[in-house]
């Protein structure tokens, strides 16, 4: 494709009211210029170029794993035509089929699929605007049509006659311009109106008096496709959009969702079927869920894999996982990374593990904290065990077999290892191995002394 797109993203952003750029805010767990670099890296263009100016260092930090991108420095925020033209020396504008595609780092959702038509409609010699319907076109660019329906130019809000403010189609900011008319075009924009800005929109006038030129606009329906966001208001109204959309899609795929308005999905979620979700679970990262599935209310899930059939009760919070088919996990559990919960495990109410394998059908119903740990097969981990894995300085391993029973409130001092078929008395202090078939008592002789009287007041 003769395409490069140019993503501009120099703009401060003063109405976020915040110290972090405008585009690096996040929409479903993902930063505005992450989302438009997502739809543009679709588009199988040459190039894409960003072009930064405030806070640029901070947004190339972020995205530096991509080598591909281009970067292009904006010192100065003097209008969106100016912003382009920041880009163009790296644009190869020798072949004159090469169009530029322009996007805006704070306008996140647009579709690929839309981006994808604008630009197969712009031709060598065709500037094409994607064009918005709107009730409310207050401070946006109007689209200014001649009486045979023909584009004639872009007058912004503060440039617009009363006639002019009355019209209802808009510029949504994105469009495709070929690339050498482009050029030239930049290099003769004035700054001349009302705000002291080269305007990129003011192509559009030259484009009507270029003979060899035709413009096109295509008109968008989904409002939310082109909003862009301005401030905090308009970031939180976009992202519920944005959630709801993803709920749908959840929805029909054949999830069960207890309330489509309180999920929220920050990354990718793979569900298989049956899944059950009841409300305010967070998902995070990529997180896959088996057919079965049932999450209870207030659970987050991050960077996780749940088995089949597995149910996840309320308030747990699960991060770098895999809980294995049938297992139970909470209400309130904490399930930290390095966490492998095998088949039919049960891990109860505050219980935390971390890097721990949990064999099949152990058990750890209450209270316990199991970390650096492999865990056999039908262990049960009484209530109040922790597992001692830090002597302050290193992390230590803690070793179970298969059918061991530690009693409730012990102390396993790592590095350790309980031999299967072991037993633990409950409150004992475990600091040596203990063989196998064998109950290890670990803790201080009960002394009873009969007839003992209590003090009495002096
Ligand atoms: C622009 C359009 C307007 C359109 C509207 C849609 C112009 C002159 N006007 O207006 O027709 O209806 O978008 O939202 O193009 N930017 C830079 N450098 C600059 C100026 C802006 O990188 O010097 C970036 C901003 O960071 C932002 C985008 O360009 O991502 C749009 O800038 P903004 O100032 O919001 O343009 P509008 O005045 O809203
Ligand atoms: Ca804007």
Redesign the pocket.
């Known amino acids: 494709m003769n395409l490069d797109i140019v993503?501009?993203?120099?703009?401060?952003?003063t109405r976020m009211n915040s110290n972090i750029p405008?585009?690096l805010h996040q929409i479903g767990g993902d930063s505005m210029l992450g989302h438009v670099l997502n739809a543009a890296r679709k588009l199988e263009s040459e190039k894409i170029h960003i072009?930064?100016?405030?806070a640029a260092q901070q947004i190339k930090t972020e995205f530096s794993s991509d080598k591909e991108l281009q970067w292009a420095l904006?010192e100065?925020?003097?209008?969106?035509?100016?912003?382009v033209m920041q880009a163009m020396p790296n644009i190869d504008i020798s072949k004159p089929e090469k169009r530029v595609l322009v996007l805006?780092?704070?306008?996140p959702l647009t579709n690929f699929s839309t981006l994808r038509k604008l630009v197969q409609q712009a031709s060598e010699n065709t500037l094409c605007i994607l064009t918005l319907l709107t009730e409310n076109?207050k401070?946006?660019?109007?689209i200014v049509r001649d009486d045979s329906g023909e584009i004639t130019a872009?007058?912004?809000?503060k440039d617009a006659n009363d006639e002019q403010k009355k019209i209802n189609e808009?510029?949504?900011?994105i469009m495709v311009i070929p690339a050498t008319k482009l050029n030239t075009w930049l290099n003769s924009l004035g700054n001349n109106n009302a705000?002291g800005?080269?305007?990129?929109?003011?192509v559009v006038a030259m484009a009507a008096a270029d003979d060899e030129c035709t413009i096109c606009a295509m008109v968008i329906d989904d409002e939310n496709e082109?909003q862009?966001v301005?401030d905090k208001a308009q970031l939180a109204g976009l992202e519920r959009q944005y959630q709801m959309k993803k709920a749908e899609q959840l929805l029909e795929a054949g999830v069960l969702l207890r309330d489509p308005s309180r999920i929220d999905i920050r990354g990718e979620i793979e569900t298989g079927s049956d899944v059950e979700i009841d409300i305010n679970a967070i998902f995070e990262g990529h997180v896959t869920l088996g057919n079965g599935v049932k999450i209870g209310p207030n659970v987050v899930i991050k960077d996780s894999k749940i088995g089949d059939n597995a149910n996840i009760l309320q308030g747990t919070n699960i991060d770098g996982a895999e809980i294995g088919e049938g297992a139970s996990v909470g209400p309130y559990a904490r399930i930290r990374p390095g966490t492998i919960l095998k088949e039919n495990t049960k891990i109860g109410n505050f219980v935390e593990t971390k890097n721990a394998i949990i064999g099949k059908g152990s058990k750890a119903s209450h209270l316990a904290y199991i970390g650096d740990a492999v865990v056999g097969e039908n262990v049960n981990i009484g209530a109040g065990t922790i597992f001692c894995n830090y002597d302050g300085v290193n992390k230590h391993k803690t070793i179970i077999g298969d059918n061991v029973f530690v009693g409730s409130n012990s102390v396993l001092v790592a590095p350790v290892t309980l031999a299967d078929n072991t037993f633990i008395a409950a409150g004992s202090s475990i600091n040596c191995d203990v063989p196998a078939d064998s109950l290890a008592v670990a803790r201080g002789k009960q002394r009873n002394i009969t007839g003992w009287k209590r003090p009495t007041k002096k």
């Open positions: 993503i501009l993203a120099a703009g401060r952003g405008k585009v072009v930064v100016g405030y904006q100065e925020q003097l209008g969106t035509g100016h912003a805006y780092g704070d306008v076109p401070g946006l660019g109007r872009i007058v912004e809000e808009i510029n949504t900011g705000q800005e080269y305007y990129l929109t003011d082109v862009g301005n």
